[in-house]
């Protein structure tokens, strides 16, 4: 359950009385978070030399499997005629250990907003980066076995020095737009600072029965450069939603392009992804989900093909049961994982598979969310 409490109130008790009278009569915070833990079972773990020359399996405890674990606060002040301006500040962290998952104390969100009934949403602020809004077309909700694995990570990241406009929906039509300064005296960056530009935006029609969004969005290194098809590229994306009562059929189609990437040694400057699947809310307490993901990558960079199956028991309102089965099969030339990283150490730990060699995991965990 979310936690509200006037800004006066806060105010009298971490501040002292330090805001002023007219803000603490028209303000509210939001105190929110989840916390998310349990067993998984991963195969085809690197091992070796370089962890590249075989593989094994592993049982392990994870914090994120079902969802990130997180802590928030958000704050409005209503200034009038229908505008709010708002805050947002939120941090990712692990269950099995209480440290901070990712550089910084709110490594998700820092942001001042201004919100308008009829003009929309300006935001201002670390937040996450656009691409992230594949989210809601993937029948696993952007966990970390799901549209994110097979593109390493590449529809994960957040942006920094990021200015983002929401619109409000006009006759199911809405849109979104966002920029990620390089703070360098070059737009796309220069070197003298540790981004470059990031930018996208994207459309979406949404009905009663169908829920259609177009989006296009790139990424480029310190230098400015789009080095990385699975870092710093563009991406096309092209995606839908079908509801048939409690059924929620899915699709996606992702591009990503490189621009004066080196092919050398076989590194792949272009992907094409696929994916597709469903979510039956079978009752009021249980929701089952399965997908299947698809990549191509040129430069024998290899293609693979990743199978999930999932389910959500809610014991509550707040507390819910999940459970989750994937296993990906890679061509000779790939080494794609089930994580959607490619280096040990991050929120779930990860661990691409010797080139050729397929992975598999399973994990059961529980998520409550306050």
Known sequence: MKTRMT???????????????????????????????????????????????????RFSVESGDGGVSMLGL????????????????????????????????????STIAVANDRFGTLTVGHQLFISNAVWDFDPFGQSPWASASLVRGRNWPEANNAVNYASPRWNGFDFAAQYSLSNATHWNGDGTTSQGRGDGLYATYTNSLVEVRAM????????????????????????????????????????????????????????????????????????????????????????????GIGGIYSLSKRTSLRAQFATVHNSATANFSIFATSTEGTTVASGNPPTGHSQTGAFIGIMHSF
Not at 27 to 50: C, F, K, Q, V
């Open 7 to 57: 800004t006066g109130a806060l105010a009298g008790a971490l501040l002292m009385g330090a805001l002023p009278l007219a803000a603490q009569a028209q303000g509210s915070i939001t105190l929110y978070g989840r916390i998310d833990a349990g067993i998984e079972y991963a195969s085809g773990m690197p091992t070796g030399s370089g962890k590249t020359t075989g593989s094994s399996s």
């Open 74 to 109: 958000m704050g409005t002040e209503d200034i009038g005629n229908g505008t709010t301006v708002q805050f947002h500040l939120e941090n990712q962290f692990l269950a099995t250990n209480g440290e901070l998952a990712g550089e910084g104390i709110f490594n998700r969100f």
């Open 216 to 307: 296009f969005d790139e990424t480029r290194d310190a230098n400015g450069q789009m080095s990385d098809v699975f870092a710093y590229s563009r991406e096309y994306t092209l995606a839908a939603n079908l509801f048939v009562g409690p059924v929620k059929l899915q699709a996606a189609y992702q591009a990503s392009r490189t621009s004066g990437a080196s092919s050398a040694g076989g590194t792949p400057t272009s992907t094409d992804y696929f994916w597709g699947g469903a979510v039956w809310q079978v009752s009021t307490a249980l929701q089952l989900m399965s997908g299947v993901y698809h990549v191509n990558a040129n430069n024998q960079g290899g293609n693979a093909t990743m199978y």
